[in-house]
């Protein structure tokens, strides 16, 4: 079939009839498909339902001999610590076990910066007027709505094939109002970015008007792989290790935690820091709070004892969601193969997502459709700092919870409405 910019007018006025027939066929169904948010399956969740089996018969004493149902190991027990520090490439005492959310500690750790300031801050952040943050584009919709409601204000950053456009963030940090920058540095939320080692070393070593700069680096799909031996191809640098190089041991804190690894409402999370940085967080942290869920720590550690323990298990997470990212991509070929100069989209080898770009201008409108014909996607433009796509364009799609028949249903969907849509910009034109 030709391109759709090969096609006389009269011709895309045909299709475009031919495709409404289509739609309005699919509306009639009555569908109820919802693709809104990245989060595990019920299959991938009884994955480890038999975390907690075990634990009173094999009792709740930590390897330390400590009662991990009473107070105190603020820092969590050793014992999930080290899984979490093998997982990550850095050491035990550089990590910090929090309750289920990362995005919590990352709040967290904010509030800290907002309230006190960090270690080489001259005032508290809430005092510094015009505070800007860098937000790789696309990326993490909930991050952008933790420092927006902070008071900061947003800066895209183009994301390339390597992770932001370090030539765009060498200059924005010139700024000293810039304090900080976002980063999914493994499978990236939306478009499955791995960040080269190059991309890593530069985020570590460039120099900054701010002296209190800092990297958010949010290592949440670390250990998802989706397709067979890419967990080498997963691998980035352990970035507490190259900042400390750099000569900018105080610049990252990274995250990670289990919510897409055993349960997403019941799992565990941590921070890992510099020794500076994880002193003064305790500090703060002894206040708030005095200690955290160690009996779920504890459960953790026996169920996945090691880091080859946790990759097993992630393999069978994999073995679910391959038919499904396979069903996104073999619709979209299907359906839009000959007019990929119009559409292009993402084939992530982990984490949770697929990044569509439709015809420029039509996002929108697609979004819209789709939920009259029954499918539920995350709004166009959510990927984007203040929910607004200069390019009216990327759509993220989350094929994690749905079984494969309801997938390839809303990809065909999606598919006839971006056709029809940019049909008639086409026509426009």
């Not at 001999?65 to 080290?82: E, F, H, M, S, T």
């Not at 765009?168 to 493994?186: A, F, H, R, S, Y």
């Not at 000569?247 to 020794?275: L, M």
């Not at 880091?307 to 393999?315: F, I, L, P, R, S």
Request: glycine residues 6%; aromatic residues 10%.
């Amino acid at each position: 079939m030709k391109s759709y910019r090969e096609m006389p007018a009269e011709e895309l006025v045909k299709e475009k009839e031919q495709l409404i027939a289509r739609y309005e066929e699919y509306k009639n169904m009555a569908l109820s498909l919802n693709m809104t948010r990245g989060v595990p399956s019920t299959e991938q969740l009884d994955l480890a339902s038999d975390m907690y089996d075990d634990l009173s018969s094999s009792g709740f004493l930590s390897e330390k001999g400590q009662d991990v149902r009473n107070y105190g190991v603020p820092c969590g027990i050793d014992d999930v610590r080290k899984v979490f520090a093998e997982i990550l490439g850095t050491d035990m005492e550089n990590v910090f076990m929090g309750n289920s959310s990362s995005l919590n500690q990352m709040f967290d750790a904010l509030m800290r910066s907002m309230v006190f300031g960090e270690i080489e801050s001259e005032k508290p952040w809430y005092e510094v007027e015009g505070r800007k943050w860098l937000c790789p584009a696309p990326g993490y919709d909930r991050h952008f709505r933790v420092t927006e409601t902070l008071g900061f204000e947003l800066i895209a950053v183009p994301m390339t094939e390597n992770g932001p456009d370090m030539d765009v963030v060498e200059e924005l940090v010139k700024d000293p109002k810039v304090l900080g920058i976002w980063c999914v540095p493994c499978y990236s939320n939306p478009d499955g970015i791995v960040y080269s080692e190059d991309t890593c070393r530069r985020l570590a070593s460039m120099k900054t008007a701010a002296p209190d700069f800092r990297i958010m680096w949010d290592n949440a799909y670390v250990v998802h792989h989706i397709t067979e031996n890419d967990s080498e191809k997963g691998r980035i640098p352990d970035i507490l290790s190259l900042c400390a190089e750099a000569g900018n041991p105080n610049r990252p804190y990274e995250f990670a935690s289990s919510s897409k690894v055993t349960f997403a409402g019941g799992g565990i999370s941590c921070f890992a820091a510099n020794p500076d940085n994880m002193a003064r967080a305790k500090k703060y942290l002894s206040v708030q709070a005095i200690c955290t869920n160690k009996v779920n720590q504890l459960a953790h550690a026996r169920y996945l004892p090691d880091k080859e323990a946790v990759d097993e298990h992630m393999k069978k997470h994999a073995q679910i969601l391959r038919p499904k990212f396979a069903a996104v991509q073999d619709t979209l070929n299907k359906e839009l193969g000959d007019n990929k100069d119009l559409y292009h989209w993402t084939d992530p080898k982990g984490g949770y997502f697929v990044s569509f770009y439709a015809y420029p201008g039509t996002a929108t409108k697609i979004v819209s459709m789709c939920k009259d014909a029954g499918v539920a996607l995350t709004p166009a433009g959510a990927s984007f700092p203040y929910g607004k796509d200069p390019d009216d364009s990327n759509i993220r799609l989350c094929p994690s919870f749905p079984p494969v028949e309801n997938i390839i249903k809303a990809v065909s969907i999606l598919s006839v409405c971006a056709k029809i849509t940019a049909i008639e910009k086409l026509l426009e034109e």
